[in-house]
């Protein structure tokens, strides 16, 4: 099947429609119900909304890992669904990164080894400059040589974050980034993130449960029973405020 590339859109992922059906008969159940959104090229958005509400589904079905049941999604000026299999693969290697709340490196190798793994899975060469400019932009420069037990939770992420980023992906899918960090390491890890898409204009997007998290993003989705519930567009938040006003309207959600 050949791949048509279209014009370069203005959303770096859209979804018409999607509706994501799991299991089947009985015990089926509806994460997806009819889905529309786009997430525009250089933004930061935050997803929220109560557990099972469909978060993680979402940003699976948007990065191409899962396929949604009925509807359209379009990732990087490509329509997924008119996908083979091996095509997703590709589009996702070249196209997306990834940042899970666990690390996932590989203890026995440096933090450089840890970078260039996957590219290297994928028979992909980054070259030593693009590893040391991805640890760079992360903040890690000094670090190259570390071996993750040598580094703290903040600087792992950081790791895995340079890692999801040194093939300059269209879109960066954050599944709980912060979820294993406490709060301190967890605010220099979404300064970083923040950072980058301000000064390299990185498209993201990120699940979390923490309003302190989505109060960084620009955007913040609120799901609620696999349908979007609110979103909210937010100003730049010096003092602090957007993390309450995040909180306030997940407990109405959830109320
Ligand atoms: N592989 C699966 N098989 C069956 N049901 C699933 C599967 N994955 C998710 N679900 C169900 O789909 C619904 C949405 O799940 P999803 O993980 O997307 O929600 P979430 O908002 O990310 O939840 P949480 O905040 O608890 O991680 C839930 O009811 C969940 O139990």
Redo the contacts with the bound molecule.
């Keep these: 099947m050949t791949t048509t590339r279209h014009a370069p859109a203005q959303d770096a992922v859209e979804l018409f429609t999607v509706r994501k059906v ?2 089947a008969g009985d015990r089926s ?1 509806t ?1 997806l119900d009819g889905v529309s959104i786009g997430f525009p090229r250089g933004t930061f958005t935050a997803i929220m ?10 940003l ?1 079905c948007a990065a191409g890992l899962d396929r949604p049941t009925d509807g359209r999604i379009m990732l990087a000026g490509v329509d997924i669904g008119q996908q083979t299999e091996k095509e997703r693969t590709k589009l996702r290697r070249d196209h997306i990164g990834f940042v899970f709340q666990a690390f996932n490196l590989v203890e026995s190798l440096t933090a450089a080894q840890n970078v260039e793994l996957p590219s290297r899975f994928a028979g992909r060469r980054v070259s030593r400059e693009q590893v040391a400019a991805a640890l760079a932009a992360v903040g890690l420069a000094e670090r190259a040589g570390h071996r993750p037990s040598r580094l703290s939770g903040g600087q792992q992420q950081r790791v895995a974050l340079a890692r999801a980023l040194v093939t300059r992906p269209d879109v960066l899918f954050a599944d709980e980034p912060t979820g294993a960090l406490d709060t301190v390491t967890s605010r220099e890890v979404l300064r970083m993130m923040r950072m980058l898409v301000d000064q390299e204009g990185q498209t993201t997007l990120m ?1 979390t ?1 923490d309003p302190a998290a989505a109060a960084v993003a620009d955007v913040v989705v609120f ?1 609620k029973d ?1 349908r979007i519930a609110d979103r909210v567009t937010l100003t730049r938040d010096p003092d602090g405020r957007n993390a309450a006003s995040i909180a306030a309207r997940m407990a109405r959600l959830e109320a």
């Design positions: 799991h299991g159940v994460a909304g109560p557990s099972g509400s469909g978060k993680s589904t979402l699976q699940v449960h799901l696999g």
